[in-house]
């Protein structure tokens, strides 16, 4: 992250220097004007900023009064805050297992969940990857859009939510948060949710939150905005290098025209030998959401047990994302696919 904003620090500057001028740090120009510009590249009517990638999701489920007694199907192979979202409004996190191939919601799992309690989907464009378009269902689709700023594919004709938080593609040097939406009445209610549930300050129409996106954040996000659908392609380019470095060793993403690369996740069934190799090299890499969120403590309520998602578990104890950024030169990126493969002919011999 920080190789990506080390040239923008004197545009940084001049943003903050703009910001403090205006003795505005809360709504105002900056963020209006980062809505505005959001919505345009995301193509979408309107984009509402809040605090974080999270409070967006609480956001839009109160906004379609999601709650008590309410199911919503998400994966369990995720950020723990998607079903926390879900949990957080007092509904009901229903997991579905992914397909192995995407590591994205399996459309067909999903459909097993489907109940009459079931309020919405909440797909996650895992790493980057565009989800499987789930609006056939004829169900509010709210698709966790966290890791995928600028994704292809994604469907504009539902409610996505983003996170900048500072590793995420498009990020702010801090929190942030977004919500894009196509509907004017929801994206009215968004906005008056994330302000205690007011459009002007005196009357008070529902008990909302205090989820705002910081003015200053607001004007750095403008100035990375501008260079997303750049970093998006360095990725793309990027991870092309490691499909070629690492074919045979690994078993690699199959690319996706819409797929930014958030993360770059490999897998193998010595997934640990591989991690622990890299360490050694002093490389870093990281490996997602092991335990799953089905098999979490938080969530031990809902019921799961070891065994109930079986292509989500596989994908816990096999995956390993390895370093990729904007910027990532092929040098670092074949250092990287000799370790990975001095590591695996240690385990053949
Ligand atoms: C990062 C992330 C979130 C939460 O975003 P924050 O800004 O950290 O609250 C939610 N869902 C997914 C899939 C994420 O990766």
Same mark, same amino acid.
């Given at each position: ?124 464009? %895992?790493?980057?990857?565009? *989800? @499987?378009? !789930?609006?056939? /269902? ?7 859009? #966290? $890791? ?64 705002? %996106?910081?003015?200053?954040? *607001? @004007?750095? !996000?403008?100035? /990375? ?7 998006? #392609? $360095? ?115």
């Amino acid at each position: 992250m920080k190789a990506q904003y080390a040239p923008l620090v004197p545009e940084l500057q001049e943003a903050f220097a703009r910001t403090l001028e205006t003795g505005r740090f809360i709504f105002g120009p900056e963020v209006e004007a980062f809505e505005r510009e959001a919505a345009d590249k995301l193509g979408t009517q309107d984009a509402v900023s809040c605090a974080n990638g999270t409070d967006a999701l609480v956001l839009v489920l109160d906004a379609l009064e999601v709650g008590p007694g309410d199911e919503v199907v998400c994966p369990a192979f995720t950020f723990y805050a998607t079903a926390e979202a879900i949990a957080r409004r007092g509904a009901t996190p229903v997991f579905a297992d992914i397909d192995p191939g995407t590591l994205n919601l399996d459309p067909a799992e999903v459909e097993r969940k489907i109940t009459p309690r079931t309020k919405a989907l909440m797909p996650v464009h %895992l790493f980057g990857r565009p *989800a @499987a378009d !789930l609006s056939s /269902f004829g169900l509010p689709v709210i698709e966790d859009a #966290a $890791q995928a700023f600028g994704a292809g594919g994604i469907a504009t004709s539902v409610v996505s939510t983003f996170s900048f938080f500072p590793t995420k593609n498009l990020f702010a040097l801090g929190d942030g948060g977004l919500v894009s939406v196509n509907d004017p009445e929801l994206a009215r209610r968004l906005r008056m949710l994330r302000f205690h549930g007011s459009a002007a300050k005196k009357e008070f129409l529902y008990v909302g939150y205090n989820s705002r %996106l910081d003015a200053m954040q *607001a @004007a750095f !996000l403008r100035i /990375f905005l501008r260079h997303i659908d750049d970093w998006n #392609a $360095q990725r793309r380019e990027a991870a092309a290098r490691y499909g070629e470095l690492l074919d045979g060793l690994v078993e690699t993403p199959q690319d996706d025209p819409g797929h930014v690369y958030h993360m770059y996740c490999v897998r193998s069934p010595e997934r640990d030998r591989l991690a622990a190799a890299l360490q050694d090299a002093d490389i870093g890499s990281a490996v997602y959401y092991q335990p799953p969120l089905h098999l979490q403590p938080a969530l031990r309520y809902l019921g799961y047990s070891e065994g109930d998602l079986p292509e989500t578990e596989h994908a816990a104890r096999e995956n390993l994302c390895l370093p990729l950024w904007a910027g990532i030169d092929e040098e670092q990126q074949a250092r990287v696919a000799s370790v990975l493969e001095a590591a695996l002919q240690v385990v053949r011999s």
